[in-house]
């Protein structure tokens, strides 16, 4: 007996999955008067997504694929606990802020302001700061919090987490028309070939720590591994996944900017990266009716604009870019570029290290792909993005090149699964092999970071500590330069927000 999996039930899932941030943002951070318009906005843009399918592919589940889900979801669950996601197992260092942030969300109203400043902070000076910063993973559990307490909301945090990954995998196995397992090993494994760069720094690879962080063995150069990702910055990975395989997925562009859009709030620096691939896939479009003739082909681009210019692109989109562009843009530390004052001579530029990095973390996976792929234009924009993204420096560290590359590399990481399925089917025993001798190599980095989580929360359960990361204070948080902004000519805060400040 089989199942159809309902897509029309799965997509309202998707896309309030990743609206409904933004509805929660509009409803408690925005005046009465701006939030009642754009959330009729959005209302009308999810009921023009869902009124016609805009991806064919169906999947049928047969008595065998529901044991296959049921373990998928639970290896998922898995990889989301061992991540540190709601503080249950031991946390990288940087969730001291991101749990910060959480708690500020939880326990001060919103829009989220302070008014104690401090002298030696980022910005002294100031009469008052807001909480500017990609929220958007973090506003649905921290309703929850809200209302029925912190730890409820981190929680609910891993619900959030797992049912996101879910969808991303959902929409693997649609390219595929079917459930498949063997893709999950490569998400959770996959990545560059750090190991290989470390060789080449003269280090005796025998004697590597197991839990080291293998990612940085080229500063200020690092693309990071999907787990890396999930275990240090969850909150805009799990979004940019989910946003860049749905627009990935997508047959025309009736939905792109509105998909682009939703990234924005919870995952700005990838949102940058996105855009380029949907303006991409947007100007590279084909239509089965219509035939294109060339650039000048007036019938193709009639069609094209009305498969673009939709009322949920433009209102939708709009709406939900603006708005989330004023709230953001008065973040700091996005207008500061990487000095080697701040981070280290490490953070140098140099042409020998950046060939170097192109080479070992995505030189060898083009190079085993050329065969199969040497004919699809992604496959060449993809390599050129990923060449191009690594010496620009924007934040406070490698922020641009470790998010901005997320989009890229998840869509580097379908095309290598593309490539490892097609050359088995086809008996490409080298290819095949090549392929799975560098997935091997690269998953030594995820190994490395799941052994880190394994071995500290061990020892701190053995010392008596707490796992997790403790938060950092409140108000220096609400003082940093990278989580907050001036409340002073700050365009959002005067004119857009919710002032409850003064009530």
């Given amino acids: 007996m089989n199942f159809k999996i309902s897509k029309r039930k799965i997509d309202i899932i998707i896309y309030l999955y990743l609206m409904l941030p933004f509805i929660i943002f509009a409803s408690s951070w925005l005046r009465l008067r701006y939030a009642v318009p754009v959330i009729l906005i959005l209302i009308i843009s999810i009921w023009r997504m869902l009124k016609k399918s805009t991806y064919d592919k169906k999947i049928v589940l047969g008595r065998d694929d529901i044991v296959k889900v049921i373990f998928i979801i639970v290896m998922i669950t898995i990889w989301v606990y061992f991540s540190g996601i709601g503080r249950y197992v031991f946390q990288n260092a940087d969730n001291n802020y991101r749990n910060a942030i959480f708690d500020v969300l939880v326990q001060y109203d919103w829009p989220v302001v302070n008014f104690e400043i401090l002298s030696d902070g980022a910005l002294s000076g100031a009469t008052g700061t807001g909480l500017i910063y990609y929220i958007g993973f973090w506003l649905p559990s921290a309703v929850i919090g809200k209302i029925f307490g912190l730890n409820a909301g981190y929680g609910f945090q891993v619900f959030w987490a797992v049912l996101g990954i879910c969808l991303v995998y959902y929409l693997l196995c649609v390219r595929a028309k079917k459930i498949e397992v063997w893709p999950l090993l490569i998400l ?28 940085w063995w080229v500063e200020p150069y690092q693309y990071s591994s999907m787990t890396t990702q999930l275990f240090w910055v969850f909150n805009q990975s799990i979004p940019a996944w989910l946003c860049t395989m749905l627009a990935f997925n997508q047959k025309n562009n009736r939905n792109m900017v509105l998909i682009l859009a939703c990234c924005m709030l919870p995952s700005t620096f990838s949102f940058v990266g996105l855009m380029f691939l949907v303006i991409f896939w947007i100007f590279s479009r084909q239509y089965k009716d219509i035939k294109r003739k060339g650039f000048g082909d007036k019938l193709y681009w009639k069609c094209w604009f009305w498969d673009t210019f939709t009322v949920q692109n433009i209102l939708g989109g709009g709406v939900i870019g603006i708005t989330s562009f004023l709230y953001l843009q008065s973040n700091t530390s996005a207008t500061r570029l990487m000095e080697e004052s701040t981070v280290g001579a490490n953070f140098n530029n140099s042409l020998f290290k950046w060939i170097l990095f192109l080479l070992i973390e995505i030189g060898i996976y083009g190079f085993i792909m050329y065969k199969y792929k040497k004919n699809d234009g992604l496959y060449y924009f993809v390599l050129l993005c990923l060449c191009i993204i690594p010496p620009i420096k924007v934040g406070n560290a490698g922020d641009f090149c470790m998010r901005v590359s997320i989009p890229f590399l998840f869509i580097l990481m379908i095309m290598i699964m593309d490539v490892l399925g097609e050359s088995k089917r086809s008996n490409d025993k080298q290819i095949f092999l090549a392929l799975t001798i560098a997935l091997l190599l690269g998953s030594i980095t995820p ?28 108000v220096r948080l609400l003082n940093g330069s990278n989580f907050a902004g001036a409340l002073d000519d700050n365009f959002f805060f005067e004119h857009l927000a919710k002032r409850t400040w003064e009530e």
């Fill in 188 to 215: 959770v494994f996959f990545s560059g070939l750090d190991i290989v760069g470390w060789y080449f720094r003269n280090v005796n690879l025998f004697t590597v720590e197991n839990i080291m962080h293998l990612e």
């Fill in 447 to 474: 190994l490395h970071e799941i052994a880190r989580t394994t071995s500290s929360t061990i020892d701190r359960l053995n010392n008596k500590e707490q796992v997790f990361e403790t938060s950092i204070d409140d």
